[in-house]
């Protein structure tokens, strides 16, 4: 299932390269998962690749699907659908690995495809605590209202916080 895409390099809603001055605490990487649209803070996102080969890995939940050896490191790939309960679907030519760094270790989330990067300030940002399960932390972060567009926006270390993803020592050396 290889795919020929280059690495995405990120850029700021005015197309132009993100900056140090920029305010990467109100950007959100946007990407889709069927019809709906989600973020993640752009702080935590080192980059975007096609999908490659997986090697799969034994006694992990479904919608851990295995690891990917991108340039020397060994990262494992959580696929977002299955982690949220949607229904599988094939990988396709726009399909993609968000490669993040949650905590000190590297994560790559699947998804169907990413959209942009939104900048959102906070005034924009409806809190998590509105859409109930206040009392335990959510995956949601908040929702983003751009426009007339809203996307749900993730809380990444939170989505992969369970241990899941942790690998056998063996493997992740």
Same mark, same amino acid.
């Given at each position: ?100 760094? %949650? ?13 942009? %990067? ?39 270390? %939170? ?15």
């Amino acid at each position: 299932m290889a795919n020929d895409t280059a690495d995405a390099t990120l850029t700021r809603p005015d197309g132009q390269p993100l900056r140090e001055a920029d305010n990467v605490d109100e950007m959100y990487l946007t990407f889709a998962l069927g019809a709906e649209e989600y973020g993640v803070n752009i702080s935590g996102v080192t980059e975007i690749v096609g999908m490659q080969r997986i090697m799969s890995i034994p006694d992990v939940p479904s919608y851990i699907k295995g690891v990917i050896n991108l340039r020397g490191k060994v990262i494992p790939l959580m696929d977002v659908r299955l982690r949220f309960g949607m229904p599988e679907r094939a990988y396709d030519e726009r399909t993609v690995i968000i490669v993040m760094d %949650v905590g000190e270790a590297p994560v790559g989330l699947i998804v169907d495809g990413v959209s942009e %990067v939104l900048e959102i300030p906070p005034s924009q940002v409806d809190r998590h605590g509105q859409f109930g399960r206040s009392s335990t932390r959510s995956v949601i972060a908040g929702i983003g209202r751009i426009g007339d567009r809203v996307a749900v926006l993730l809380d990444t270390s %939170v989505l992969v916080a369970d241990g899941d993803i942790n690998l056998p020592a063996d493997i992740a050396a």
